[in-house]
């Protein structure tokens, strides 16, 4: 048999937890017989040691129940949770900037709208529009050069944010997904569920000389966008 254990390191020579007082020999796992490590939170790290194994609260070693472990787990998975929501819109901005920042000084970025379908009408029945006639005038350019330009860069920018937004809906999607998929009816189903979380998958391939190489990135994890978007 053994028994659940939870624990903060202890200094390597005096055994007092670093909770208490910071470990001058280094922090090592408390000297218990069996004892095996396979999650962690915050200081604390959760396993399971011998039957015989005498704890110690007051030096923060702790007997927990499987259902305390299973909700320290599920706790770990909502910080999971809660920090991904905001890190895939904190990536989609940063993806903005580097994919769409030159457009600010474009014919797009300064009247989107109207000037695609002026551009547009001009390319299929060259219909003159006052404002192409003026804006080519003053570049010292023809109506036909502004309006492909402007149709070039109008739907080069529609299709990069549309794609930026779609990875990014990816990834809320999934995360948003991620509580209802989590077994917590024992502690080793609740541990392949907070390893579940943290799996990759292969999104494209990376030359190098001659050699190529995997590109991964988190299933979940919304950290890796940037890469998606790249390789997708």
């Known amino acids: 048999m053994a028994k659940n254990i939870k624990w903060i390191k202890v200094d390597s020579v005096t055994g007092v937890s670093e909770a208490t007082t910071k470990p001058k020999n280094g922090a090592v796992n408390p000297n218990l017989s069996g004892l095996t490590q396979t999650f962690d939170w915050g200081q604390y790290q959760y396993g399971t040691a011998d039957d015989s194994v005498t704890v110690d609260p007051s030096n923060h070693i702790h007997e927990i129940t499987d259902g305390e472990w299973i909700a320290d787990i599920k706790g770990k998975i909502d910080e999971f949770v809660r920090e991904w929501k905001v890190v895939a819109y904190e990536k989609e901005l940063d993806l903005r900037k580097q994919q769409l920042g030159t457009y600010a000084d474009s014919v797009y970025a300064s009247a989107a709208g109207y000037k695609y379908d002026a551009a547009t009408a001009f390319i299929s029945s060259a219909t003159p529009n006052a404002g192409l006639t003026t804006e080519a005038f003053y570049r010292g350019t023809t109506v036909g050069t502004l309006a492909a330009k402007i149709k070039t860069n109008h739907e080069a920018y529609i ?28 502690v080793a189903k609740a541990l392949e569920s907070y390893a579940g979380i943290h799996t990759s998958e292969k999104i494209g391939e990376r030359t190098i000389g001659i050699s190529t190489e995997d590109i991964n990135a988190g299933f979940y994890n919304p950290y890796g966008l940037a890469e998606r978007y790249e390789f997708s």
């Open 159 to 186: 299709t990069k944010e549309a794609k930026i937004t779609g990875l990014r809906g990816l990834y809320s999607d999934r995360i948003d997904g991620i509580l209802a998929g989590i077994d917590t009816s024992t």
